[in-house]
């Protein structure tokens, strides 16, 4: 059995536990973890770690792909082994010791990591924890996602494996590891369709760097997004009708253009609503695919996705590695470097599909910082797809906490993607194109087609009084953010 | 002579005058001009467009390369020729229409117009007007930039040609044209290093699509740039001095990685710095050159300077034009679209450098409203290089209006380029090198580096009391803007 796992028989005496791993370790290092959306994370080191670190100060430098499942991330904040955190994160304790400025947390684009490290900005990998299927001939046999680990493999002094036997080895021949090389010798991805392979099915090391192999059993988490809702289904509604409209004026062909879409409930419902649309032979190209892109498999819509990892929920992850030999030619894990690359996100010319936390009546985003201040995740690859795809939508629902909060403001409390990078903005209410048209022109279609009624008013008033004062984007700067402070005050952005 | 400017014959019938020209225009077309930063555009037909206007209803969508010269931009405003505007200006009778909503200006990234013309988006050119040196057997030889006039002579339904005696032909053989295709076909694009060619010489195009062509002589509008005083040597041996750490730390090679310089007195400062630098063997990987980039090709240390335009100083145009020969082997002018193209940004591992309006204490940049409402000129190239390449330097002067407004604030009024796409701040008095760094680690380092040591005790005082309200992102937001809302009423951002 653990023959076809460790297919370099020098390898095999590398096997140990956690715990004797876990004292290559040492304090201050920085350490490149496998895992992105609860996919393919390192189970067992993370636990160990924070074991350790009860009875020693150890604290490290932890870059990952993503966000990680299994609480890890929970676990070795609690035990403060995170004095730095990079490029993502989802986990609530993790998150509370972020905005109590306790881990100095750094929010990065996700195709970013991969070059900043090559360069050796900050640090270079001390040790790696990579979860595999199998060790091969040709390398690492990564799991569920791809993430960062080819480049924490490439540049770590050393390697640990977390070979995870719940996983079935039919994943194998899924990825495809392809790494640009240093500049300046750099040559063009050679990526012109999104089904396309590059590379090879292992991540290529170095055998002397393999410091321990530890074998587990543990599976991943399984995604919590929520099932589509009646608003969900009408955002999923606006965005296909506008595909369609576009399709209708020439701008797409029949099968769209590759398309992106962000982690989470709404995007997932989005993907979800393409099930009763008429578009045929789609294909993804997104950092992610979520529950949607396999029922799109399923019905025949999608034709092929491409992606740098699969979180599921617990049935749809049975039912999808039970049946493997389906999806085996319609799906490729790439690195999130190329799943991400600007170049190829231009080049495919990519629909991106990310959501907002709050927007602006000029198509300005927060994805990442609630009142501005407190992190709830980071900004993981929606600019990576906003910036250089074709077209850029991002939805909301128009209000949040039972209507105490707009998600339409006058001015967003943080923006991480900016007006010139925001094409379309939708919630239940309807969907503003705003697509060559200046500030002065989208604010109207901002306020009447995607502002919860309760708060039109108040945006019209803003609006009105703001243009009068002037300027290309109309502010009163004094006025801008009060609607941010007033909820802090009162609890509910409602004036009245 | 006009048989070596017109080498196709059957266009010799086209040639007539800007007055007889303006007669194809008609009201609401929309027109692509050529013209970037001065260089290379139309000098004729927007003045006789103006002319035209005065005596009937003649209002355009006007898309160029980037801003005109010839006081263009400012004779279609005031003949209320301009309904909408796009990707760039810097027009100061236009600004004012555009902050009085009279106008409405597209602010883009350079990069995307190209892309956003081939898909139908906003709208098709009806007429591109073209400067150009010559009309070759094999098409338009543009004159001082090329913009987007291949864009433009791709896609109009009629083109009408300038051509300008006043420029040398022995411009020929200096650009290179490159277009991407339409996708789904599109390919890799084969640039691997600064001084590559990869297209032709000239703009292909269907003579039966050449409506007129008109003979000026009117030569580009000199380069208005200022030259280095104090504080721009200041912030250049900042810059420098950085760059060379960066070489020590095995982080950047000898010869740096190419470099592209905004439009502008401080950005051209820099590199006039570079100079007195130990740098050899740069190259440049620019939208624009100016003066500064003839002198390092003079003074040997530039190698190969590529861009989409160069806009110099009287004297040194006369300078450059007189001694092409020694220049033309080491310049190429390419389309915006590939000399800013993120695919070729992020390959060649571009250093960028562009001038901020100001900045705030999180790395936040703002390059285009005034007071957060009043557009100066536009995001330009800026956010393609600053999102796209390998290091994203930011230059600003710390204060302005004698030290009554501070470049360096709580929260900035408009966010152009975010926090994820700023490496490096600088102003006369340091540098602050964010990589890798929490906001609350930025701040003190922004403050303390990069303030001007008037502000520092505000900036302080506010950034301690923000710290303790807590968060990744410390803000007081009902104070976050008070800076600008005081300079509003008191015409000075000091609070003492």
């Not at 270079?124 to 924890?129: G, S, T, W």
């Not at 000029?362 to 709830?376: D, Q």
Request: aromatic residues 6%; contains cysteine; glycine residues 8%.
């Amino acid at each position: 059995m653990i023959r076809q796992r460790i297919r370099q028989p020098a390898l095999a005496d590398k096997v140990m536990s956690a715990t004797q791993a876990a004292a290559f370790f040492k304090n201050g290092m920085t350490i490149g973890m496998s895992g992105f959306t609860r996919a393919g994370d390192a189970k067992a080191m993370p636990r160990a770690l924070a074991e350790r670190a009860r009875t020693e100060e150890l604290r490290f430098t932890v870059i990952t792909g993503a966000s990680l499942g299994n609480g890890s991330d929970g676990l070795m904040a609690e035990a403060g082994l995170l004095a730095r955190r990079l490029p993502f994160q989802v986990d609530p304790t993790l998150r509370n010791r972020i905005n109590a400025g306790e881990v100095m947390f750094i929010d990065q684009h996700l195709s970013e990591t991969a070059e900043q490290l090559r360069s050796g900005t900050p640090s270079r990998i001390d040790i790696a924890v990579i979860e595999a299927v199998a060790i091969s001939e040709d390398g690492i046999i990564p799991t569920m996602s791809v993430g960062n680990s080819a480049s924490f493999v490439q540049q770590a002094q050393q390697i640990i494996i977390e070979l995870n036997l719940s996983v079935p080895l039919a994943l194998e021949g899924l990825h495809d590891i392809y790494l640009p090389a240093a500049r300046p010798e750099r040559q063009p991805i050679p990526l012109t369709r999104a089904d396309q392979r590059i590379g090879g099915a292992a991540i290529p090391f170095d055998p002397a760097r393999i410091a321990a192999i530890v074998i587990t059993e543990t599976p991943d988490s399984p995604s919590n997004i929520l099932p589509p809702d009646d608003e969900t289904r009408a955002i999923a509604g606006h965005v296909i009708k506008f595909l369609e409209c576009e399709v209708e004026a020439g701008r797409l062909s029949h099968d769209l253009a590759p398309l992106q879409a962000g982690i989470g409930t709404i995007a997932n419902a989005v993907l979800h609503g393409l099930t009763d649309s008429p578009f045929r032979n789609l294909t993804m190209y997104s950092e992610v695919l979520q529950d949607s892109a396999i029922e799109l498999l399923d019905s025949g819509q999608l034709a092929f996705a491409s992606a740098s990892s699969i979180t599921l929920s617990s049935a749809m992850n049975q039912r999808f590695l039970a049946n493997l030999d389906k999806y085996r030619d319609k799906l490729v894990l790439r690195p999130q470097e190329i799943s991400n690359h600007p170049e190829l996100v231009r080049r495919l010319g990519i629909i991106g599909l990310n959501t907002a936390l709050e927007f602006d009546i000029y198509g300005n985003v927060n994805s990442t910082h609630v009142g501005g201040t407190h992190m709830m995740n980071g900004i993981g690859g929606s600019g990576d797809f906003a910036r250089n795809g074709q077209l850029s939508i991002f939805v909301s629902k128009s209000v949040a906490k039972d209507g105490r909060i707009s998600s339409v403001v006058p001015m967003v409390s943080h923006v991480d993607h900016s007006e010139h990078d925001v094409d379309v903005l939708v919630t239940e209410w309807g969907l503003a194109d705003l697509r060559g048209l200046a500030p002065r022109e989208r604010a109207p279609l901002v306020i009447e087609h995607c502002t919860h009624p309760d708060y039109r008013p108040q945006l019209r008033d803003y609006f009105e009084r703001a243009s009068r004062a002037g300027g290309h984007t109309p502010h009163l700067l004094g006025e801008a953010l009060s609607w941010h402070a007033h909820y802090a005050q009162r609890k509910t952005m409602r004036m009245d």
